[in-house]
């Protein structure tokens, strides 16, 4: 399936619709699989593989369940360290990890203190000692920090948090407020893009589902992109926190949901939501949707943003898609995949594994 722009970007809060087209042009990406981490008894993997990212002439994958980082050389060694603990370069629970803009340092984030964010492992002695702080605070003493991202070029961030507000304290019954949060590079809160409430009582964990997806988001240069329900719809801010645009398909065709994803959604819609995530590529937006992970190859709609909103669509033929994987962009040129990513962290499956596909022809 193949879409286009059917109506002109009215600036300012407008509605951008998109609808089917046989005859829009299509890319092909040729990539192919440069590394497999997963498949050997000595390669270990926890229940969720949060990160991947490529530095340093290696990638690095941050196991949340493990509280670990493995760092898998070029000529497919690796090794794996502990973050966990209180000392320098530690922390507890990891969330996520971002690429500082050396495209050297890496940066852990916990929400245990809140906000904190731990630089390259602190002084570990088998990997280089980073120059930036190696406590980084964003203030977050209310507030608990789920997923952070960071665009180097805007140095900004954004994080997913949850602040709740009591409002019987006998029965313990209040509200919470699931937010989606801008933060300039010094970690100064300078937005709420997106609120989401909802009933608090003690032992009632109820949240969005944007909330624990980091790639319901894609962090650009001039602004976020977000999406914010199962609807084929993406909303654009600016980093004032201004809707300026909403990219919409009212004709989307859903598709229904595999065993795999039925188990990981917990039943509760028979259709998979129209996007599954949107990716931030130097110049264009990547839309990965329900149909893009079924078939022969991965593919994602892309949109060019510039008088008007311009889409096409990007097929990678070397890559298998899956719609119980995980997708992370390394770079334009690499794309890693956690197979099986869905059944792991719902316990269903143990087997999964990550592979990285390179771009052959940038």
Known sequence: MIWTVILTLVLGGGIVKTSFDPQLSTQEWDFAS?????????????????NVVATNGSYYLLDTQLEAVTRIFLDGTH????ISGEGPGECTKP???IQWPDEFHLGIYSPYPPGKLVNNFGTCTKWPDCSCPQNFSFGLDNSLGRHISYNSTADMFVINLLEVEIENLEAERGVSYYRMSLFDGGGKRIADVYEEAMLYMPGLARFPHWWIDIAQRALAPSSLFFIPDDSYTINQYSFSGDLLQVIVQDDYPRREMILAEEEYYLNLDTYAPDIYGLYW????????????????SLSFDSYSFGNEVKMSKVVLPGVRPSPTARYFWLNKDCLAVVYGAMQASVGTSEIHEVEVFQRSEP
């Open 34 to 50: 440069v590394m497999v981490y997963g498949d050997d008894e000595d390669e270990v993997l926890g229940k969720n593989v949060a």
């Open 79 to 82: 090794e794996t360290i502990s």
């Open 95 to 97: 969330m996520n990890m």
């Open 281 to 296: 590529l130097d110049d264009r937006l990547l839309v990965l949707n329900s149909h893009g992970l079924v078939g022969e």
